[in-house]
């Protein structure tokens, strides 16, 4: 008898020796206890997680996982049993369990009951979002040219010949860049992400860059000489083209990152904490004259002028890149800041020693204001208002 495929978290790894190993399990023990995870069942999770509805399907799990936590700090239900009595109930189904709408994803769940009926009713539609309350893309993402000239992204661009430089185009919601004569001289580009924003380009070397909300880089048009260099404010991740000959640099305000072609992310906020977190190949950070080389799944950030390296998880360090935020034992305000800029808003603090409580959530990216606020509240922990583009948080009463 053919085994029968498992449905919610889709097939098993083709083509590998372990064609037995049931991911289902995997991620059981993923979310549950990963110290256990063995490092074949590490290399499976890690091919599944490749796959963008993978991602969505496991990133809709740890929301569900991340309600129960709260439940457990609120209301002091053992979190462990909690999520047992959930994984219990979606093996019991006996029906297809399809994901709750993205737009719903972040709303916290009040019991394990709720949970269940919400698990075992998966037709269950959101409620449509006001136009102000949606993230995305609300303001323009501005192309500056080396001329000085600013084009909306959100315009239809016509191919553009940049003096001395490549072609540029727009594929969708990508900018690409083609390559140059080798003898021109290097002009510069800059592309402008405001809050509420995201963005792909691919440079005229083939490298992939997604900037996240409120970031610009500054980049040549084509590549020139024996490096390729560009300077970031804000976030952003790359998929560098290799190239031995010719090592890609990436400037910051706090360091600077050199590759030769790899996967990584950097992370270089003013007035925030900076960080490179590498997820393939290997990249070195520079500052002040010393180089810290990183491994894949570890991250270099700066405690004051001081630079620390950690292991880390990249579905948590890097979620925004799959549309998701992901918050453990953070402090809540770096969960402003992340909101604030994403949903742009400013944020005040009635009482300032709110900002050092810590929350553990996650939350699609196309999620609403709303529900991000009302997951919070439902913490128990502070309360939030909204009025307008402002909003205020202090102790709960």
Do not use: C
Not at 90 to 116: E, F, H
Not at 183 to 198: D, W
């Amino acid at each position: 008898m053919t085994k029968k495929r498992n449905v919610f978290l889709g097939e098993n790894i083709k083509g590998r020796k372990n064609m037995h190993t049931d991911i289902e399990h995997i991620i059981e023990k993923w979310l549950s206890n990963r110290e256990n995870i063995t490092a074949e069942e590490q290399r499976i999770f890690d091919t599944w997680m490749q796959e963008g509805k993978n991602r969505e399907k496991f990133y809709e799990l740890k929301r569900l996982q991340s309600a129960i936590y709260a439940i457990g700090k609120s209301k002091e239900i053992d979190q462990e049993k909690g999520w047992k009595k959930v994984h219990k109930q979606i093996r019991r189904s006996g029906q297809r369990l399809r994901l709750l709408p993205y737009a719903a994803a972040a709303m916290l769940i009040l019991s394990l009951g709720v949970a269940i009926s919400l698990l075992k009713n998966p037709s269950t539609e959101s409620q449509p979002l006001a136009q102000e309350d949606q993230p995305g893309n609300r303001k323009q993402v501005v192309l500056t040219l080396s001329s000085g000239q600013q084009i909306s992204l959100s315009d239809t661009l016509q191919p553009t010949l940049e003096e001395y430089g490549a072609t540029i185009s727009q594929e969708g919601s990508q900018l690409v860049y083609s390559q140059a004569d080798s003898t021109s001289l290097p002009v510069y580009n800059t592309i402008t992400i405001p809050r509420g924003g995201e963005y792909k380009l691919t440079l005229s070397d083939q490298t992939v860059v997604w900037l996240n909300s409120e970031s610009q880089l500054t980049y040549p048009v084509a590549f020139k000489g024996d490096t390729r260099e560009l300077q970031l404010i804000g976030e952003a991740f790359f998929e560098v083209s290799k190239d031995s000959l010719r090592p890609f640099i990436v400037h910051t305000a706090s360091f600077d990152i050199r590759v030769t072609g790899t996967e990584f992310n950097v992370r270089s906020y003013p007035d925030e904490k900076s960080s490179a977190t590498l997820a393939e190949g290997s990249i070195q950070l520079e500052k002040n004259k010393e180089v810290y080389r990183l491994n894949p799944g570890q991250q270099a950030y700066l405690q004051g002028e001081e630079v620390k390296v950690k292991e880390v998880h990249l579905e948590e360090a890097i979620a925004w890149r799959y549309d998701a935020f992901a918050f453990k034992e953070t402090p809540l305000e770096e969960i402003m800041n992340e909101l604030s800029r994403w949903y742009d808003v400013d944020i005040f603090y009635l009482n300032p020693e709110v900002k050092q409580l810590h929350f553990t959530a996650w939350f699609r990216r196309n999620s609403s204001l709303t529900e991000v606020i009302e997951t919070l509240k439902k913490t128990q922990k502070i309360n939030i208002e909204v009025k307008g583009k402002t909003i205020t948080v202090k102790k709960q009463s």
